[in-house]
């Protein structure tokens, strides 16, 4: 099949429209713990929650958010509960990468038709606060995006969530935005396999393209390609693993997920030193590169806005393209198995991925791969 090039977004007819990420949905083993975890730690707000005490039988579900930023995590309370399966599988995982629609119907339509799976046909869930029509289709591993069309809401989520309304004492906010990217890690020669998938199912392009010598270290290697909806409000860069003298972390990844899955979600903020202080004392544990990084850094880069003392000491990495430059980080996994973790990022005009970056980066992992016996 012929080569995908990376292409500008007016060459793409868009059957599937977006508005931007609507939800994501992880499921956890024991949420009321983990809501504590996100709250006191990444700084999110608690603001709605469907349980048994809500009149939902078998499972509970914190809605947590930060600016634009919503996530919900659900546990299931009996073993039988199809998700305890899946947590049994998986450990806490991404389950729904949900996007924002204006017509669930057609997104369910358009896509199916393209071959996606569906999970979820278009229905309407109701309540005192007017109606959500949702439908939903299967990606990689176990990962579904449900279409959520909320344009006759008012409530506060979905019908069902009843709003929490006194003030969240334990929350911490630390200025986290919206998210920016999400990634997926597939199996084996499974790249293009999901890039057609993103492309011909859901309209996507491809909007970046790394090889193995773009991702390469000493002892482990990896494929990633950006696909991007046309407005560009969602980006889902997709891994694979490549062949390497060790193991890949991408590999790592695959074994304790148990499958395909989501490796980690990139949140933007507007004040990256101050975002990563904070999460640095409320916990979070992140990659660290060594202080050799900076020695040549804004010779790399050029000049920068940021003290290179500051970035330094918390930690955060700088890379540059001909648009601009962009700060990132990324935390350690979130879980005890090595699956999940999460990327702070700031743009300064540059729409990349830290290209720069990626080697150094892949060092402090394997560090981590080492001490945990995956190398
Ligand atoms: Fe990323």
Redesign the pocket.
């Known amino acids: 099949m012929p080569q995908l090039e990376e292409q500008s977004a007016s060459s793409v007819q868009d059957f599937l429209p977006l508005n931007g990420t609507d939800y994501v949905e992880f499921y956890v083993g024991n949420a009321k713990q983990a809501a504590h975890f996100y709250r006191s730690a990444l700084g999110m707000k608690l603001t709605a929650y469907r349980g048994p005490e809500t009149g939902v039988r078998g499972e509970a579900s914190y809605l947590l958010e930060q600016n634009k930023i919503r996530f919900v995590l659900t546990t299931p309370l009996t073993p039988d509960h199809p998700i305890s399966a899946h947590l049994l599988k998986h450990g806490d995982g991404v389950h729904d990468v949900a996007l924002w629609v204006d017509d669930a119907e057609a997104a369910y339509r358009e896509t199916t038709q393209r071959g996606a799976t569906g999970v979820r046909p278009p229905e309407t869930l109701r309540d005192e606060q007017g109606e959500v029509r949702i439908s939903a289709i299967a990606t990689y591993g176990e990962t579904i995006h449900s279409f959520v069309e909320r344009k006759n809401y008012r409530g506060v989520f979905l019908p069902g969530f009843v709003a929490v309304d006194k003030p969240d004492t334990v929350s911490r906010p630390v200025g986290l935005k919206h998210i920016d990217?999400m990634?997926g890690n597939v199996g084996w020669n499974q790249m293009n396999r999901w890039v057609d998938f993103y492309r011909d199912v859901m309209g996507f392009r491809l909007f970046k393209h790394f090889d193995d010598k773009d991702i390469s270290t000493e002892y482990s290697a990896l494929m990633s390609k950006v696909m991007s909806n046309g407005n560009e409000r969602v980006k889902f860069?997709i891994n694979e693993p490549a062949e390497g003298k060790r193991k890949s972390q991408i590999e790592e990844y695959l074994e304790y997920y148990q499958g395909p899955g989501v490796q980690?979600i990139?949140m933007a903020t507007d004040d990256i030193i101050d975002t990563v202080g904070r999460l640095q004392n409320q916990g979070i544990e992140f990659l660290r590169v060594p202080h050799t990084y900076y020695e040549n850094l804004l010779k790399r880069v050029g000049p920068i806005d940021e003290p290179l003392a500051k970035l330094d000491e918390l930690g955060i990495l700088v890379d540059r393209d001909d648009e601009g430059y962009m700060l990132q980080i990324f935390t350690k996994p979130v879980e005890d198995r090595p699956t999940l973790f999460f990327?702070v990022i700031q743009r300064k005009g540059s729409r990349s991925?830290g290209k720069g970056n990626f080697k150094a980066l892949f060092e402090a992992i394997e560090r981590e791969q080492e001490l945990r016996g995956n190398l």
């Open positions: 990217h990634v860069p980690h990139a990327e991925f």
